[in-house]
C-alpha cells in the first residue's frame, strides 16, 4: 500500500525534476545559439564581443568563486 507521504513527495518532486530539466535545456539551446551567431560575426565584430564576454565570465567567475582569477 502506498502511503499519503509517498503520494506528496513524488507529487512535489516531478514538477521540480521537469523544471530543472526544461532550465538546462533552454540553457544548452541558448549557449548554442550564441556560438552559431558568434561563428557569423563579422571578425572585428567577433573580437570586440569575446572581449567583452571574456571580461564578464572572469567578473562572474570570480565572484561565484569568491577569488579573483588573471
Request: overall charge positive; aromatic content about 10%.
Amino acid at each position: 500500500m502506498v502511503s499519503w507521504t509517498t503520494i506528496t513527495v513524488w507529487t512535489i518532486s516531478v514538477p521540480l525534476a521537469l523544471g530543472i530539466g526544461w532550465s538546462r535545456y533552454e540553457k544548452k539551446k541558448t549557449r548554442d545559439k550564441f556560438v552559431t551567431e558568434l561563428a557569423a560575426m563579422d571578425l572585428t565584430v567577433e573580437k570586440n564581443c569575446s572581449a567583452a564576454c571574456v571580461q564578464k565570465l572572469r567578473w562572474k567567475s570570480a565572484s561565484s568563486s569568491y577569488r579573483v582569477t588573471d
